[in-house]
């Protein structure tokens, strides 16, 4: 059985999906109002559960000239206006033990990120918040291996666990994307989320910046929640060939609204 998680009025792993979604890097404060806006109004019609993500800092970026965002405190204090003005729940992720607390001041789910889920005392730092963890499971590891990154944080005093996929490691600069993963990690006792956006990316594919395949977003999205996930992740962004991160794996607003309709309506068909 999977478990669930409580957050605020709303359970992920419950019976409704469960939307994790927002730009990648936070660039300015008009496109996360305007996003946040966009995004807490197509998952009200749609009764999804949704939770807003962007980061303050990426730092696992393909090249030191890449964009990484506006900083924690910058940041912090912009996805801190949106939780209040929007009353949206907030995800975001840390890269070193010294940003949890910090960054658990604002954030309802701490997000640990695929490159960094084997990371000890990240993973305990993070569940010494108490909040909710989403770890990401690596690019080079199997599903089964998150049964002891999980422990990590289970074993710090925190049950409140989530495990994100964002596809396997297929060669050179790309990604597949295996289904088994989901009921696999299920079975270990988590709500699995499906990072349907960073599935499609093509790592280091462009030189010194990551490629996508943004068509591919929809068919691995409705693929996930037809094999039972409990929710999923996208990016999103108002205009993603101009974003300044992560743009060719990025939807934009119009997408993500057939997107998310057609995942609610196949979440709801498997579940009957």
């Known amino acids: 059985m999977v478990n669930s998680v409580k957050l605020n009025d709303f359970v992920i792993g419950g019976d409704k999906l469960t939307i994790l979604a927002g730009p990648c890097a ?8 305007k996003t946040a806006e966009h995004l807490k109004n197509i998952t009200t019609e749609l009764g ?3 939770i807003f993500k962007s980061s303050y800092d990426k730092a696992n970026r393909s090249s030191i000239d890449s964009y990484r965002g506006l900083g924690m405190e910058r940041g912090l204090a912009l996805l801190a206006e949106v939780k209040k003005e929007f009353n949206l729940p907030i995800v975001t992720d840390i890269h070193n033990p010294d940003e949890a607390m910090v960054a658990a001041e604002v954030a309802d789910i701490i997000q640990i990120p695929a490159f960094l889920c084997r990371q000890t005392d990240l993973l305990v730092a993070a569940a010494k918040t108490n909040k909710i963890i989403n770890i990401k499971k690596g690019q080079f ?4 291996q ?16 989530t495990i994100t996929d964002r596809g396997v490691t297929f060669g050179y600069n790309n990604l597949v994307s295996d289904m088994r993963a989901i009921p696999i990690i299920q079975e270990m006792g988590y709500p699995v989320i499906f990072d349907a956006t960073h599935s499609v990316q093509l790592p280091g594919g462009c030189g010194e910046s990551s490629g996508g395949e943004r068509k591919f977003v929809p068919i691995l999205a409705k693929s996930a929640v037809a094999a039972g996930v409990n929710g999923l992740f996208f990016e999103v962004h108002p205009e993603p060939d101009s974003a300044l991160c992560d743009g060719p794996n990025m939807v934009d607003f119009k997408q993500s609204k057939e997107i998310f309709k057609i995942c609610n ?5 498997v579940r009957s």
């Open 265 to 269: 309506e196949i979440f709801h068909l």
């Open 141 to 144: 590891l199997a599903p089964q």
């Open 48 to 50: 999804i559960n949704f």
């Open 26 to 33: 936070i660039e300015s404060k008009e496109i996360l109002f």
């Open 146 to 161: 998150m049964k002891s990154i999980a422990k990590k944080v289970i074993e710090s005093g925190n049950n409140k666990v």
